[in-house]
Every structure is written in C-alpha cells, then in structure tokens.
C-alpha cells in the first residue's frame, strides 16, 4: 500500500513539473516571436526611430476672446506671431547653427547667444525664444533654410491685434508678460511663463474671461528637430467674447474732439448706465504694447505731464467747480433754506466776516432767484445756500448722488474722488471746519474732488427722473462661435429721495444753461431738439481774494496754472437718451471749452441713433423694469 501511494504521488508531481514547464516553454516561445518580430521584421523601423526620432509634447496657445463695440463692429481680434526659438538639444554644432541664423536674418549673433545665455532652467528638449513676432519674411527665410539649421523653430502662436490703433485704449486695455508673482497666483492658474495677460481696461478686468484653454499635441521629431509627423492634438479652446456697450462711432467722435486737448469725455445711457463712450486724451498705442516697449518708449510714457496712461474718465480727480451747484441747489430745496421764489441779490461779491467771496461776473447778477441762479451760474447765490444748508448736509447729498465713492464700473484702479465733511478735516487735520470754507464748497472749490465717471452718473440721474444706475461697459459675454453666456444686466446703485418739484425745478434751471437767453452754454444750443446741461470752471491754483489778473497777464500764466473746463448735459431735454461729461484740463472756461465738445458728441448720438436704439438691439437683456434691483444709497 505504501508503495502504491508513493507512486501514485511521484506521477502526481512529475505531471504538475511537466506542466510547469511547458507554461514557461509557451512564455519563451511568445517572447522569441515578439522579439524576433520587431529586431528582424520591424527591426529597421525601430533602429531608425531608436537612432533619429524622439516624440515630444507642443503646447497650443490659445486664441483670446474677440472684443466687439455694441453693434457688432469689431474692435480687437488675434492675429498670428511666428516666434525664432533654438532646441539646444538638436541645435548642434551650437554655433556654427547661431552663426548661419543670424546671417539669414541679418541679426548680430552675438544678440541670439546673449540670449541663450540669459535662459536658465529650460530643458534642452524645449526651444529658447530668440526672438518674438519675427515677421513673415524673417519666418520664410527660415523655412527656405531649414535644413541647414537644425533644432531651430518656429512656434506660431496668436496674439492681439487692436485694430484701431489708439482707438479706446483706455477702455480696451492692454497685455503684458506674466511675471512670476503671478505665476504663483491661482488666479492666472493654467498660465506659463510668457504668456501675455491683461494689464490695462477690459484686457484685465476681464482675464478671466478672455483667457481661452490651452491645447497641445503630440508629434515625432526627426534627429534635426523637425516635426515628422503629428500623432496626437488636444485642440485649444478659444476664450469668450465681448460685447461692448460702447459704440465705435460715437467713442471715434468724442476721440477726435479731444485730439489736441488733454482731458476726457464719457457718454452714459440715462435709462440703463450703459457706457456710449469714454475717451481720455493723451491716448497710447496698444499695439505697441504687443511687441514690447523698450525701457526709454515706457519711461517717455509715464514721464508724460499729460499722463497718458492714466484713464481720466475714471482716475482723474477734480475740483467739479460749478456742476457741484446741481447738488447745492437740491440740497437748499430739500432742506428748506430756499424755494423757486426765494430771491438774493448779487453785487458782485458776498461778504463773511471780514473776507469777500466775487461772483464770477464781475458786476453781479442783480436780483436772483433759483433758476437763474442754475441757468447764469451766480456763485453769490450759492454761497448764500451753501452757508444756509451746512457743510455736512451738503456732503450727505453729495455722497447720496454717489460722489465721493467708486462707481463701481468694472475697470481697475477707480478713484473715489473727496466730499469733505467737519468730521473729515478734524480727522485729516486737526482743524475745526471755517464757515468761508463752506461757501468754497457750495460751487465746488476747495476740497471737493470728483471724476468724470461720476459726474456722468449724476447728471442722467437728474435727466431720467432721480435714478443712478451703475455704469456698464459690457453688455454681453458670448461664446466663440455667439451663444450667449452672461448678459450684462443695468443695476440700480440708488434712487435720489427727492421731490418732483425740486427736480423740476433744478430740470428747468439746467435747460436755461443752454437754452435761456443768458445761459453760460447758450452758444451750444443743439439744431432741432433741446439738450440741459451745466458748465463749470476749476482752478487749479488759487489767488488771492481780490487779485485780478489783466488779459496780458493771463496770457503770461503758464499753461499747467490755467482752470480746467466742465460741461455735464443730457439730451433731449425731455426724455434723454444720452448724459455727456466732459473735462478739458487748463481749458480755462466750461462754455468756451467744454461745452462745444459734449454738444458735438450728443449731436453725432442722436443723428445716427434712433431713440428706440437700445430696445431695439438683437439682444433681449437690454433693459430690464426698475423693480428688479437693489436699491441702496438713498438719503434717509
């Protein structure tokens, strides 16, 4: 039995061994096959690709968002830049390659390998940027030679093209390198180092936006660098577009009118907050931006007396001289210190205490009352309202018109403006508030400071009836190919708690500017419809009290020393379609200045558009009932 046992186990073991080993003879055999295939059979194949080939990745840049003006009319698009990069990896003999590049692009050899120098941390696999936007030519000459110049590229990539040069460069915007602190930043997640971000206006405010999805391929590459074949492409996915609320005639009007001045204009749609147009002069060259300026180009441009980077629509801070009489006269009404037929006399000056404040019209008015007080611009009949009402009243007006805080427009570094208060000056310098200095206040001297933005946004709530809307520049963001994504949609920043009659009353008083017999802007007068407005006059230095200067030593006063010149308006009169501010910096006189350039532009408005242009636009998310907003800001 024993022995039985133990030969039925030896067959047992012997059968499991044999077993065994043909599973390990199958394997081996498979594996000759495999091997035997690819060293004999595909042997010459892989001995080439082994020797001669590699497969790299390429990213693909991709496209950024077109912006469009509000009919469609394009404005910024992309157009192709064919960047001279070096794979050191293939680029061998290294300078003998370098030498034959810069003899084909006449370019110093010695500017590519200072180049290649200052590159560090790039893998060899990966090209090192030479050069940027060569140029068709400089890119054919390469072609042509290519195999006289191993591991040198061409990389094609988008990038922007401003149609208009100098065209709304403010509003627009422009792109700049990403820099390393923003390279860490989540918010550029996505980005790599030398990709072009927004640095200026829409470009930057909407990044995120018009920042498309990076793409990239796969492809076989030859011992010479060259592309053999493309194996594999992840397609990049283009960014959104923009829809502007700016139209590109009237923004070229206003553009033109500013053409030999320094200053800006902004145009508002009374019934929404949409931005018509918005010009500030100096302008810059976003194009110029694309390239790269040079140290000297940039530093010209930030050394500018005219600041020509600075967007004076939203940054410029002034004194709003004679428009601030807008608040003075509703904050009077409102508080009771006068009415319609309340009547000062105006000699030419107004005495407090021991100083004299003058009226601007060196004879006086005579006997005033509220509305000519609007429509002539009479300074003694606001200081009277001024010291009646209070600095703080005035202030607590002012702030509930939006002045003295951002408008909240979605574009970058906004200036807030100043509307003083007691409380403002003890705090910033340890002083009590003097009454003469409320009277400086009440025409808008002496601390006051506000920006265009902000007087357009007052100026069509007076024009449609007490409601501020926050001021829009977008009105729709599509998709590439114009689905819809996110219409912009007309918010109420606050409604003027305020009377009928009193905005009746000041109503009047702003058509009389232009339309009365004496109106300081009579000479602006519009063909065939009415337009209301209010013209100011800021100092920039102030004089003496009592000092007058002759004509001849006007003449003498230096340019920068000169007042600026103010005009806000609407028109028509009855039911505006459109709110025009306009600063001309040392323009001396808002009638003379000013007031010539708001009325061309709202002339050029209402000449091509109809008044149904808003409601009639192929977008349904134009305007939308006043009951489906926030309402804040109102005076209690």
Known sequence: MKNYLKTVNSDWFNQRITGVIMCIAAVFSVLFIRVFYLQVMEGETYRRLSENNSIRLQSVDAPRGLIFDANRSLLVDNRPSFDLGIILKDAKPLDETVAKLAGYLDIPAEEITAKIKSVKGVPSYKPVFVRRDIGRNAMAAVEVHKY???????????????????????????????NSDELASKDYAGCRGGDYIGR???????????????????????????????LKTVNAQPGKNLLLTIDEGLQKTAESLLSEKAGAV??????????????????????????????????????????????????????????????????GLEEG???????????????????????????????????????????????????????????????????????????????????????????????????GETLTIAIGQGFNLVTPVQMATLVAAIGNGGTLYRPLIVQAIETADGGLVQPGTPYIAGRLNISEKTLALVRKGLWGVVNGKKGTARGSRLKGVEMSGKTGTAQVVGRKEGEELT??????????????????????????????????????????????????????????????????????????????????????
Not at 148 to 173: C, E, K, M
């Open 337 to 435: 210190v006068v009415d319609e037929n309340t009547i000062f006399n105006c000699p030419g000056y107004y005495a407090l205490g021991n100083r004299v404040f003058r009226c601007w019209k060196r004879g006086g008015h005579g006997k005033v009352d509220m509305y000519r007080a609007i429509s002539e611009s009479c300074d003694v009949y606001f200081y009277q309202v001024g010291v009646g009402v209070g600095v703080d009243k005035l202030a607590k007006y002012a702030q509930a018109f939006g002045l003295g805080e951002r408008t909240k427009v979605r574009l970058d570094n906004e200036s807030k403006g100043l509307i003083p208060t007691a409380e403002w000056k003890r705090k910033r310098m340890g002083e009590p508030w003097q009454k």
């Open 266 to 331: 902004v145009a508002v749609d009374p019934d929404n907050g949409y931005i018509l147009a918005m010009a500030s002069n100096p302008t810059f060259d976003q194009n110029a931006f694309v390239s790269g300026l040079s140290h000297d180009e940039w530093n010209a441009l930030l050394s500018n007396p005219d600041h020509p980077m600075t967007n004076k629509v939203l940054q410029g801070e002034y004194p709003p001289a004679s428009t601030y009489k807008i608040v003075t006269a509703i904050a």
């Open 200 to 230: 200026f206006g829409v470009e930057k405010s909407y990044e995120n936006v018009l920042r498309g999805e990076r793409g990239g391929r796969q492809v076989e590459v030859n011992v010479r660098g060259q592309v053999v074949r493309v």
């Open 551 to 636: 004509k001849a030593a006007k003449e003498e006063v230096a340019h920068q020393f000169k007042d600026h010149a103010w005009f806000v308006a609407y028109a028509p009169s009855k039911d505006p379609k459109i709110a025009v501010a306009v600063i001309v910096e040392h323009g001396e006189h808002g009638s003379s200045a000013a007031a010539p350039i708001a009325k061309a532009v709202i002339q050029f408005y209402l000449d091509n558009k109809k008044s149904e242009y808003q409601a009639e636009k192929s977008v349904s998310y134009v305007k939308i009932p006043n009951n489906n907003h926030q309402i804040t800001n109102n005076i209690q």
């Open 148 to 178: 006289d110049l191993p591991g040198v590229t061409i990389n094609i990539r988008p990038v922007r093209h401003y149609i208009n040069s100098l065209h709304a460069s403010h509003l627009i915007g422009y792109l700049g390198e990403i």
